[in-house]
């Protein structure tokens, strides 16, 4: 079992930023990938970015291309997400979800959730 907890939202203005943070108990973390999803109000879910367990393979939305970073630290079981110039458009509950690396599409199978964390950009 792998629990994942996020953290970090909160409301912003259009043009700052916000680092989100998906902090997993136990001592798995590091045999998976974590995908980082959004879902607004009345819309469906969106895949925001993937990062393989190791690091080394990471895929974003082309939405948020050049404007967030996924990275993670497995010794510290923690993945984090930077969103910098973040735009009304961004306005959604974030998850972390953790699943096998040898999948194609990457994240496309995954395991486990968390519960999510609101983030809200607004003037």
């Known amino acids: 079992q792998l629990q994942l907890v996020e953290s970090g939202g909160g409301l912003v203005q259009p043009g700052g930023s916000l680092r989100l943070t998906c902090a997993a108990s136990?001592?798995?973390?590091?045999?998976?990938?974590i995908g980082w999803f959004r879902q607004a109000p009345g819309k469906e879910r969106e895949g925001v970015s993937c990062i393989s367990s190791n690091g080394a393979k990471i895929h974003y939305a082309d939405s948020v291309k050049g404007r967030f970073t996924v990275s993670r630290d497995n010794a510290r079981k923690t993945v984090y997400l930077q969103m910098n110039s973040l735009k009304p458009e961004d306005t959604a509950v974030y998850y972390c979800a953790a699943g096998s690396d040898y999948v194609a599409p990457p994240c496309s199978i995954l395991d486990y959730w968390g519960q999510g964390t609101q983030v809200t950009v607004s003037s």
């Open positions: 136990g001592n798995r973390l590091h045999y998976y990938a």
